[in-house]
């Protein structure tokens, strides 16, 4: 009994943790708002990429769609778009409150909107591919997305897209972006381990193990993919139109489609975490952030020859990830599934 | 689309459009012949090929700064490469041999990424191009241009790739290459050192792309971040050509430097990556497509 308390109290301790972060050091209240983008960039790769067993280089898609989604409403609903794309003017456009959030909400319904039709059109499309072919088909999706954005001139082409900025009054822009991206990340955990636990997750985890197989059983399963790719579209959605604004600039390579960050970062964080685990993401979200914000800078330049370097140490000698390992080395406390076949973290060994 | 009413106009600008893409088509084919051997032999599909091809670009134009003609750059490019394919081999690539493909496609997304920012930091993020001077030549009354360097170009892709076939097809070590893809496990009953030949089927793979590179930096431009789309086009030319089919990569990377040519100079020379990785995605689909009718998928 005392365990369970204390579990509990541990939990509630968690929550008020992250309810208060923000406040106790509001110098790091951008970065804190980051972390939380992270984790969901992690959450929705891990949806296709470990529980499916899809490797996506190219969900970076629907985080891009979105912010771009999300700001030409918002310019658009107050203002044309083609003041903003020009930056010296496009940045001293100042609205009221009210203004700003109906921007801003008809903007991320946008994002959703957007994401959701490219997911299902795209989707049903591509997911036909399997193994390699995906793989690549989903790098090229993405390369050729940030090509397009970056020619296209009506959304600013190379040069970008200012965001509108943030009013006075609704607290300082890192406060406000923490608490959207931390509640965005608790309504994702919340809704995939509803999913994982329910006839989806078994249905997407059969996918992964033997899709020949979950086919002959009647998985309709180019519909589960497809279900599963909208879900990961829409959250990243989401995520891509706040993330747009908080930084206030977007640029169609470095920001929105960058294939060579982001990108890569949530395929990096969801395996370094534990791939095909509901925590493991989460995890690997953190360690990989904060490892970033406090050691980074010191490689001057060299971080992404690091990351690089990381990459393959993780998936060559750690690809069962930290959740994984812990699983491995102390079943009883990480809940090993009791057949190891049956064991997420060790089904893509199978 | 303006462009277009210039073609109809001057259809003889087409052909000059077609030349140019057909010639440096060749220089594509030499990446897509490697990247189908490794695939064929090791089942490995290398992302890092595109930084390869920029690498050997890179060994050549640091050869030119020290006065050394670019056209000495392709062995020596060749050679380079045939070395850091070699190590990285040694490093990283002989642990996944074996392993699932989500594990190599991951692992080589890496080595893709760390040749990437390598080369950022080594070499910068400007776009270098070496001169090998040989000027251009007029045809059909000098109503077409073509750069000499790009004929040249297309001669050395043709032999070193003919090369590469007699190799294969007659020497002792192209024997065994292509019984270990035939069958590696009888290939190692039957006496061959298949590590070895791993090796050399990568190290060989990056020669080629060193090549290649070599003769990107003399007839285009190179630089960092644009190595990723030479992966995607020589795997779209092996997934149309089949593997093992060295005439169908020679014709499909021909008709692919030709298709990109004319639609860079119809939709914009912004939109040519575009339009590789959209062509990238149709002939996947269409592919796709084709064999679904028949319960089947590619693999």
């Known amino acids: 009994m005392s365990g369970r308390w204390s579990r509990l109290a541990l939990r509630v301790a968690l929550v008020i943790l992250a309810l208060v972060a923000p406040l106790l050091a509001p110098a790091f209240q951008t970065q804190m708002a980051v972390l939380w983008v992270m984790v969901l960039l992690s959450l929705t790769w891990d949806i296709m990429g470990g529980q499916m067993g899809y490797n996506s280089f190219g969900n970076i898609v629907y985080f891009g769609l979105g912010m771009y989604a999300t700001a030409v409403v918002e310019r658009n609903l107050y203002f044309g778009v083609e003041e903003y794309t020009d930056v010296a003017g496009g940045a001293a456009a100042q609205l009221s409150i009210g203004q700003y959030l109906t921007g801003f909400g008809l903007g991320l319904g946008a994002a959703v909107l957007v994401c959701l039709v490219v997911a299902v059109v795209i989707g049903y499309a591509i997911l036909g591919l399997r193994g390699h072919y995906f793989a690549i088909c ?97 959250f990243l959605g989401l995520t891509g139109g706040a993330y747009g604004n908080l930084i206030g600039f977007i640029d169609p390579l470095d920001v929105a489609f960058s294939g060579g960050t982001l990108g890569v970062w949530m395929v990096l964080m969801a395996i370094l975490g534990g791939k095909g685990t509901l925590w493991g993401p989460v995890i690997g979200a953190f360690i990989f952030h904060i490892t970033q914000e406090l050691f980074w800078t010191y490689l001057l330049g060299w971080q992404r020859v690091a990351l690089g370097l990381l990459i393959i140490l993780i998936v060559v000698f750690f690809p069962q990830g930290i959740l994984g390992w812990l699983r491995e080395r102390w079943p009883r406390f990480f809940g090993a599934a009791p057949d190891p076949a049956n064991d997420p973290a060790r089904g893509e060994s199978a | ?83 850091v394919g070699w190590v990285i081999y040694r490093l990283v690539i002989f642990r996944i041999v074996e392993r699932d493909l989500f594990t190599s496609l991951l692992a080589t997304f890496g ?55 007699l190799f294969l097809k007659r020497s002792r070590l192209g024997q065994a290459i292509r019984a270990t893809a035939q069958n590696a496990r009888a290939a190692r009953i039957l006496g061959v050192d298949t ?88 002939i996947l689909l269409w592919r796709n497509w084709r064999l679904s009718r028949q319960r089947r998928y590619l693999q």
Request: aromatic letters at 12%; a negative charge.
């Open chain 2, 111 to 165: 080595v893709s990424i760390l040749l990437q920012q390598l080369m950022n930091q080594l070499f910068g993020a400007d776009i270098q191009n070496a001169d090998a001077g040989l000027g251009t030549t007029g045809f059909a009354g000098g109503d077409i241009a073509i750069a000499n360097i790009k004929i040249v170009a297309f001669g050395i892709a043709i032999v070193v790739g003919a090369v590469l076939v």
């Open chain 2, 1 to 83: 689309m303006d462009n277009l009413q210039i073609l109809i106009q001057a259809p003889i600008f087409s052909v000059q459009l077609l030349l140019d893409g057909l010639l440096v088509g060749a220089i594509f084919a030499l990446a897509a012949y490697g990247m189908a051997l490794v695939w064929g032999v090791m089942n490995i599909i290398n992302i890092a090929q595109g930084e390869f091809v920029i690498l050997g670009g890179y060994v050549t134009y640091l050869l030119a700064g020290h006065g050394i003609n670019p056209l000495f750059g392709v062995p020596l490019s060749a050679l380079a490469l045939f070395v």
């Open chain 1, 138 to 234: 989903t790098l090229g999706l993405a390369l050729g997305a940030g090509e397009v954005a970056n020619g296209w001139d009506y959304i600013g082409a190379g040069s970008g897209l200012v965001t509108p900025l943030l009013p006075e009054g609704l607290g300082a822009r890192g406060i406000f972006y923490y608490y959207y991206f931390l509640i965005l990340a608790a309504l994702c955990f919340a809704t995939l381990r509803h999913l994982y636990a329910g006839r989806f997750g078994l249905a997407i985890n059969a996918i992964r193990d033997d899709e020949e197989k979950a086919e002959a059983m009647g998985l309709r399963t180019t519909r589960y993919k497809t279900v599963a790719w909208s879900i990961s579209a829409v």
């Open chain 2, 195 to 282: 590590d070895r030949v791993y090796a050399t089927t990568f190290a060989l793979n990056a020669a080629l792309c060193g090549a290649a590179g070599a003769l990107v930096v003399m007839t285009w431009v190179i630089q960092p971040f644009i190595g990723l789309i030479y992966t995607v086009r020589a795997f779209m030319i092996v997934i149309v050509a089949g593997l093992g089919n060295v005439a169908g990569v020679v014709v499909t990377a021909l008709g692919l430097g030709a298709a990109e040519n004319f639609a860079g100079f119809v939709l914009g020379s912004q939109f040519q990556a575009a339009f590789v990785f959209v062509l990238l995605i149709a």
